[in-house]
DNA sequence: CATTGACTTAGAGCGCACTCGAACTCGTAG
DNA sequence: CTACGAGTTCGAGTGCGCTCTAAGTCAATG
């Protein structure tokens, strides 16, 4: 498969495929006798799984870290395993405080629907379940 | 109170409180004779209040419309809980959205820790190796 | 009176992660 | 043969959110 039809498959661009490759994000790809990349189709659960930790919050630098392992192959895998349980504990501890959050934000709009009931009534109150934010990336809350 | 003890008090720097006076995330501060800015400790509500508006990851042109609705005062209650509200869900989403690749993680941890499981990143190291050296930093050509 | 240290401003610089432009080469369809 | 579209490289540009520098002012202390 070519770049055009990968950036197609992975959601990447075609120039952020070969940024990555820049970077040793993603390895170097063989080339056809015209200098095109040639990919196979095994290199899309890479991509997706590089998707995650970019989701999760990891920087590119850490996953330049866990790539070198990969690449390293064989010997690597408690180093590797060990990086992500770390990655794993800061993913929990970002959900914990972003629910933290989710707390005060509720007690502030409830504060706000208690003034909002004594000025304005209550109109534009119904809109918050209907009117969903458009679709960013992918799964959806409650 | 000055803008050392604020920065010392909010956790912000005072180069970034300058900042946010700059850009009218923080109101404009009252200035003493010598020109310095002289703060009341009712900001720091509204600065850690800030604090959570971007730990949950909304950006700081969102922000300005919330300061803008707030120095604006009355009337404009119901737009600012509107504004809440939806941040609140996007808040939710992400949370979902990290739960979800939270149980990739445990799932790729769990291959790890197996004895003499590799699962599909042992194919991918195949591929790799069977591809050109590839060069973990820049790629030049030519 | 000199020094210290906290403050002031305008504006430049930085780290991150892309994103895009320019100029070029190929392979195929008409 | 020519045009087109998809690919190639190098390197510059972008948007975000700070972060820092330079040059100067000011009040209090020794």
């Known amino acids: 498969m070519k770049i055009g039809e990968l950036a197609r498959r992975s959601g990447l661009t075609a120039h952020t495929i070969r940024y990555y490759e820049r970077i040793g994000l993603l390895p170097y790809a063989d080339r056809d006798r015209s200098s095109q990349r040639d990919y196979d189709a095994s290199i899309l659960t890479w991509i997706e799984f590089l998707g995650r930790l970019k989701t999760t919050g990891m920087p590119i630098r850490e996953m330049l870290r866990y790539a070198a392992l990969r690449e390293q192959g064989a010997g690597t895998e408690p180093e590797r395993r060990a990086q992500l349980e770390r990655h794993r504990e800061q993913v929990r501890a970002r959900i914990a405080e972003l629910n933290a959050c ?26 918050s379940r209907r009117n969903q934010p458009a679709r960013t990336r992918q799964a959806r809350a409650r």
Chains 1, 2 share one sequence.
């Open 102 to 127: 989710l707390l005060v934000l509720d007690t502030k709009i409830a504060g706000y629907a208690g003034a909002g009931n004594r000025i304005e009534d209550y109109d534009a109150y119904q809109r």
